[in-house]
């Protein structure tokens, strides 16, 4: 009886395996389908040379370099950010809170998970208000306030990450420190965060991912449709998104050529996110190597 159950568990968990892998395939195929009919130079950088459009900072009023610009500063600033906190933050929280300090932290972080990305983007809105009539009179949307609110969103998910990392180690790791005369916090830094770097930075790329597709966030925090078809200029500027682009084609497509633009975005969006996952997978690799020499 135990066997069969064992036979019937491998038999459900290969099969749900199996449709997760169905799923992702049939929708990435239907997407290529779709967008097989714009892909192209022209879709990316219209008639504008590529070079002057990247490096140059020509204007592209009929291509998506913008949004795939804009997406790319708002993943890194928010990161940039959110990484390094909420790497702190969990260090702190596995290894430094103690007692009912440590429960409350713990439950305003599971709070702060919990924030629906679009009352993210209202306290992103509202501080902008409030800074309006206090002492900042022209404070106004932009890049730099959507990362701070994505930041904000994400931070949880890396401070969970960190802390599970590291509450998951053996009991032998947490000795090997302390056995060859390390200070609690020399073994932290020199054998703890090492040893849990996997989950570390997993939960970093799960984070780049959460911020990359958000749109609700980024709506009311400095996206625009159109931002004269430039990358944006600094990070006070309004700017392109692919998440927003997105939304803004299916919500006002006129033609099926503009969705069938729609559907390349969105294959774009998920190259750019399998090619952030595929960076943090190799910088992990590398990581673990040096560490381990």
């Known amino acids: 009886m135990r066997r069969y159950g064992e036979r019937l568990?491998?038999?459900?968990?290969?099969?749900?395996?199996?449709?997760?892998?169905?799923?992702v395939a049939g929708l990435v195929a239907f997407l290529a389908s779709r967008a097989s009919q714009v892909l192209g130079v022209e879709l990316f950088f219209g008639d504008v040379a590529w070079y002057s459009a990247v490096f140059g900072g020509a204007r592209v009023?009929?291509?998506?370099?913008?949004?795939?610009?804009?997406?790319?500063?708002?993943?890194?600033?928010?990161?940039?950010?959110?990484?390094?906190?909420?790497?702190?933050?969990?260090?702190?929280?596995?290894?430094?809170?103690?007692?009912r300090f440590r429960t409350w932290v713990t439950l305003m972080v599971d709070v702060l998970a919990g924030t629906p990305s679009i009352i993210m983007g209202l306290f992103g809105f509202?501080?902008?208000?409030?800074?309006r009539e206090t002492f900042a009179p022209n404070a106004t949307t932009g890049l730099l306030l959507a990362a701070v609110c994505l930041a904000l969103l994400v931070l949880p998910y890396m401070i969970r990450a960190t802390q599970s990392a590291l509450e998951g180690l053996p009991v032998r790791l947490r000795l090997l420190g302390p056995?060859?005369?390390?200070?609690?916090?020399?073994?932290?830094?020199?054998?703890?965060?090492?040893?849990?770097?996997?989950?570390?930075?997993?939960?970093?790329?799960?984070?780049?991912?959460?911020?990359?597709?958000?749109?609700?966030?980024?709506?009311?925090?400095?996206?625009?449709?159109?931002?004269?078809?430039?990358?944006?200029?600094?990070?006070?500027?309004k700017f392109e998104a692919l998440p927003f682009s997105i939304y803004v084609t299916a919500a006002e497509h006129n033609t099926v050529e503009e969705l069938n633009v729609g559907f390349a975005m969105a294959l774009v969006l998920l190259a750019l996110t399998a090619s952030l996952f595929s960076g943090a997978f190799f910088l992990q690799r590398s990581l673990e190597r040096r560490w381990r020499a």
Do not use: C, N
């Not at 009023?61 to 990484?83: K, N, Q, R």
């Not at 933050?89 to 430094?96: C, D, Q």
């Open 126 to 131: 509202a501080m902008i208000l409030l800074l």
């Open 61 to 99: 009023l009929d291509g998506i370099w913008p949004a795939i610009a804009g997406t790319l500063m708002l993943v890194f600033v928010a990161a940039a950010m959110a990484i390094p906190l909420g790497m702190a933050a969990g260090i702190y929280i596995s290894e430094y809170a103690k007692g």
């Open 179 to 237: 056995s060859l005369g390390l200070s609690h916090t020399q073994s932290v830094v020199r054998v703890l965060i090492p040893s849990s770097s996997r989950g570390i930075l997993s939960g970093a790329v799960l984070s780049l991912g959460r911020a990359a597709e958000d749109t609700a966030v980024i709506m009311l925090t400095g996206a625009v449709a159109t931002a004269g078809g430039r990358a944006p200029q600094s990070l006070t500027a």
């Open 9 to 23: 568990l491998a038999v459900a968990s290969w099969v749900a395996g199996l449709g997760v892998l169905a799923v």
